[in-house]
């Protein structure tokens, strides 16, 4: 009992990374059987969700979780790998076929882990966790360019 008071009393930055690092975790140990990482199965799911997408937009949404060198190296494996291609003039990324078939196999892992991470946490809980969190970073953005194409 007195480990549940004193893990009741931890502070919200402690929360915040340990769910970021766990997410992480468990994500690259699901999808290891298909060859990604989370930050690739991020980048996937963005084409996926936008068509088409610049890869300023792919960077504005990711930066929170990667450089664009890394960004880049990540473009180029999923492009080695025949499931992403670039526009013409290389600015623009998108899903292939074999890219989409891909994205669908690796959704379905995703969903589930997504279903174990929010075992025993309503709908409106979720949203109110999130609708907390964008008004913290809001609260603490001074540029007020954070939050503002972030989906993942």
């Known amino acids: 009992m007195m480990e549940t008071t004193k893990t009741q009393t931890l502070p919200i ?5 340990e769910a970021d690092r766990l997410l992480t975790e468990q994500i690259n140990q699901a999808q290891a059987a298909n060859g990604v990482t989370r930050t690739e199965w ?3 799911n963005l084409l996926a969700e936008n068509g088409r997408t ?7 949404t990711m930066q929170t979780f990667l450089a664009e060198p890394e ?7 999923l492009s080695e790998q025949g499931w992403i291609a670039a526009g013409d003039d290389g600015r623009d990324w998108q899903l292939t ?3 989409q078939h891909q ?9 589930e882990v997504r279903q174990r991470a929010m075992q025993g946490i309503s709908t409106d809980d979720y949203a109110t966790t999130i609708r ?4 913290m970073v809001n609260n603490l953005d001074q540029s007020g360019k954070i939050g503002q194409s972030a989906s993942h």
Request: charged fraction near 15%.
């Open 97 to 99: 076929e074999a890219g």
């Open 13 to 17: 930055g402690y929360w915040l990374k």
């Open 132 to 135: 907390v969190l964008q008004q």
């Open 71 to 77: 960004l880049q190296a990540i473009l180029n494996r």
């Open 103 to 111: 994205h669908g196999r690796i959704f379905t892992t995703q969903k």
């Open 42 to 44: 991020q980048v996937l």
């Open 54 to 60: 610049a890869i300023t937009h792919l960077f504005a």
